[in-house]
């Protein structure tokens, strides 16, 4: 009898050591990972990226995860081919006349975690963030052949309806990716030929655009990569990929212009890049930028507040901007505006607003990991309010996490650990449910 307890003891240790599943919405698989890698009943272990997979609602043959695979094709250098652009970007706003196309992606996520809602007036309200336009992110390279299957759609949908379709997409694949955090760290790095295969990565974008011709593509280029180079050059990381990264643009920009892509240059937002110091700087890089592609027709602009929480025009200041004069993105793209203009770029702007909807949330305006209390924001539009200013958009699929706060993943980022950050989050990308509906319930103005 004495023995009994600590026979029930061993076998419960080695039930969950051995055979636990994980939850729905936990993680099943990824480097370093030692847990569970088989998914609880109704979930099935999907590769996300090398770091993660993840258990997401439905069923399969195979509960674990199997490897996505890329292949990089030996002839892309970015050296050989750069041919011109042939094409001249039509003028005015790119969004005028067209519908924007639903990303077939985010909307399947949406109706996957709506249907996981038991409330069923949260759960309605979850559902209809599926026909929200939001941006698609290439962030990898195994993701891109979706994008003509995306594009297929949208050009059997332009053609049945006798409406023009537009699809939006983000170009975020560097190597070296997202050198002064950690969260976001892409699958290329500089030391292992990313270059080229951020080449050949763009090349099979190019590949896929250029066959629906009929479709506008308007692209958000490579969140946070120049307006680390603006201010971060102190780290060794970004200090090291400055000359990869502005080769790597700029093939981005050249070739997705000859396939008449219209394209928006990621430049942080009014708490990093909206500091009077940092605009003349900032105004500096973009127009060399702009300058050394030739000054495409299809750099349209710049896209502010990607993936962060600034409103667009703030009642009062938050207490956090305290210092800046340009304490929301209308203030901040008024005043970059002109120190553009002097570096020879007539810049249009758009402004993410995805998850904007409420705001003094932040302890530090730095902080940008998965923050508490975000609500979904003002929906995307062209009535915009400033002459300057596009459209609204939302580039950021509201409920893909921004980072981990796994302490003992390789990309934890201490700010996803902060006290204002929401805690429990998986790896970057991947879908986080608690904090999708907290946007739900939160957005304003409301859903
Ligand atoms: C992640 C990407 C993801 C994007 C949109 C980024 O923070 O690193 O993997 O595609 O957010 O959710």
Request: proline fraction near 5%.
């Amino acid at each position: 009898m004495f023995r009994l307890p600590s026979f029930v003891a061993i076998v419960a240790f080695a039930s969950s050591t051995v055979f636990a599943q994980a939850p729905v919405y936990g993680q099943c698989g990824g480097q370093n990972w030692q847990g569970a890698t088989t998914c609880v009943a109704g979930s099935v272990c999907t590769y996300s990226n090398a770091y993660y997979s993840q258990c997401l609602p439905g069923t399969a043959s195979s509960s674990t995860a199997t490897t996505a695979s890329s292949t990089i094709s030996s002839s892309s250098s970015g050296t050989t081919s750069s041919p011109a652009s042939s094409q001249t970007a039509a003028a005015g706003n790119p969004y005028t006349g067209y519908s924007i196309f639903l990303s077939p992606f985010y909307a399947a996520e949406v109706a996957t975690a709506a249907a996981a809602i038991s409330d069923s007036t949260l759960a309605a309200k979850a559902a209809s963030v599926a026909k929200i336009p939001t941006f698609t992110w290439f962030d990898q390279v195994a993701k891109v052949p979706t994008l003509g299957t995306y594009l297929a759609n949208a050009s059997a949908l332009g053609k049945s309806t006798g409406t023009k379709q537009l699809v939006q997409i983000v170009v975020y694949d560097l190597p070296d990716r997202d050198c002064a955090a950690l969260a976001s760290n892409g699958e290329f790095t500089i030391a292992d030929g990313g270059e080229a295969k951020y080449y050949d990565y763009i090349d099979q974008l190019v590949t896929q655009i250029k066959a629906y011709p009929d479709v506008r593509v308007v692209a958000v280029i490579e969140p946070d990569s120049l307006a680390n180079l603006v201010t971060n050059l102190n780290v060794t990381k970004c200090a090291n990929a400055q000359t990869t990264y502005l080769a790597c643009v700029n093939y981005a920009i050249e070739q997705l212009s000859t396939v008449g892509v219209y394209q928006y240059l990621d430049a942080g937002h009014a708490g990093w890049l909206g500091w009077s110091a940092n605009l003349g700087p900032a105004a500096q890089l973009f127009g060399q930028v702009y300058k050394n592609a030739g000054s495409s027709s299809f750099v349209r602009g710049l896209a502010t507040n990607v993936a962060n929480y600034n409103a667009l025009v703030a009642s009062s200041p938050d207490p956090i901007t305290s210092g800046d004069s340009n304490y929301d993105e209308q203030l901040y793209i008024t005043n970059l505006s002109p120190q553009l203009i002097s570096q020879g770029f007539n810049a249009q702007f758009i402004v993410d607003q995805g998850r904007s909807g409420v705001q003094n949330i932040r302890n530090a305006w730095g902080d940008w990991c998965n923050v508490k209390g975000a609500g979904f924001g003002t929906r995307p539009t062209l009535t915009t309010g400033s002459s300057l200013i596009d459209a609204i958009v939302w580039v950021k699929p509201g409920g893909e996490c921004d980072g981990t706060s796994n302490t003992s993943s390789p990309r934890y980022d201490s700010h996803c650990g902060l006290s204002d950050a929401t805690p429990n989050a998986p790896e970057a990308g991947t879908w986080f449910q608690a904090y999708f509906e907290t946007l739900v319930s939160a957005a304003n103005p409301s859903l």
